[in-house]
């Protein structure tokens, strides 16, 4: 897959600015005091889902029409970020979908989407086995399937990237969380269509390492399992497309564990009163986990994901 050019991105960002304008980045005392360097957020736990997905879904709804595509009706898999994103875009277009979800997804991720009109099934203990029984029913039905990792997703997702490496000062790193790929692609491609240096390193957690064996293995490497905190990151089986973009453009991999992720979360409470999904804390914990080799230098984090259900959220600031 080759990856959007600046003016694809920037024509993405025109067709989603009437439903996800611009959302801000701040650089936060506390928290560079805490991290030994000056700290710029990205804020995409400002847009209308709390991700940065919704971008996504937007272009790719958008793209759909513009080509003239009518599918019955769309079908996807995903642990609900992706899912709020197509169940939104696809409400704005009049488009009938259906999300599916392993059993033991977040309440209140699963009550937005619904609330955003679509059918939601739970079914299978993982991420992956959701998405094989969202592949099923999209033959069985007649359904499109849209995949995690595509690049019309990764266009509107891009629009994020743009727009904080034009607005925030020349960043040295930026941390992002890799759940299927389509956040850190996303930076790769506006980095690269501005022509930086900037260093760009993604995150996973440490009970959900494939794409960083992947990563260092130079192929795809699956897991059995993927258990973590941070549910948007919990892959198994990573994109190939994916996988051979971050390997060309990411510096590194982190891997963060649950204490880490946990304390992240926290930090982002009390130093900015910010609220961040397991997901939407990985970043500014690798950059903890980083903080010597990071010290006085001017770094970015991307905070995407602020869905984390109340009583998770309570455990964790307790």
């Known amino acids: 897959m080759q990856l959007p050019s600046v003016a694809e991105i920037e024509a993405a960002a025109r067709q989603i600015a009437p439903h996800c304008p611009p959302t801000p980045q701040y650089a936060w005392p506390l928290l560079g005091a805490r991290a030994g360097c000056e700290v710029w957020v990205k804020h995409e736990n400002h847009t209308p889902i709390g991700a940065f997905k919704l971008r996504g879904g937007l272009h790719y709804l958008a793209q759909m029409k513009a080509q003239g595509r009518s599918p019955a009706g769309l079908i996807s898999a995903t642990r609900g970020n992706h899912g709020q994103s197509l169940a939104f875009a696809c409400r704005v277009h009049g488009v009938p979908v259906t999300i599916v979800v392993p059993r033991g997804n977040s309440r209140e991720k699963n009550a937005a989407m619904r609330a955003f009109g679509a059918e939601l099934i739970e079914t299978g203990e993982d991420f992956e086995a959701a998405r094989l029984a969202a592949a099923s029913l999209a033959e069985a039905r ?54 930086l240096t900037t260093e760009i390193v993604g995150v996973v ?22 258990q973590t905190i941070a549910d948007g990151v919990a892959c198994r089986v990573p994109s190939a497309e994916a996988l051979v973009l971050i390997g060309r453009g990411a510096a590194r991999i982190v891997s963060v564990g649950e204490t880490a992720i946990a304390h992240a979360m926290r930090a982002y409470y009390t130093d900015t009163h910010n609220l961040a999904e397991g997901a939407g804390a990985v970043a500014l914990a690798a950059l903890l986990q980083e903080r010597e080799r990071q010290a006085g230098r001017r770094v970015g984090l991307v905070l995407s994901g602020g869905n984390v259900d109340a009583e998770v959220f309570a455990g964790v600031l307790a």
């Open 142 to 195: 007649g359904l499109e399937m849209v995949p995690s990792f595509q690049r019309d997703l990764v266009c509107g997702v891009a629009t994020y990237a743009l727009e904080f490496l034009r607005a925030a000062p020349p960043l040295d790193t930026v941390y992002v969380a890799i759940g299927m790929g389509s956040g850190i692609c996303g930076l790769i491609a506006a980095r690269d269509g501005l022509g």
């Open 205 to 226: 957690a440490d009970g959900a390492p494939a794409y960083a064996l992947s990563f260092a293995a130079g192929k795809v490497v699956s897991t059995a399992h993927a």
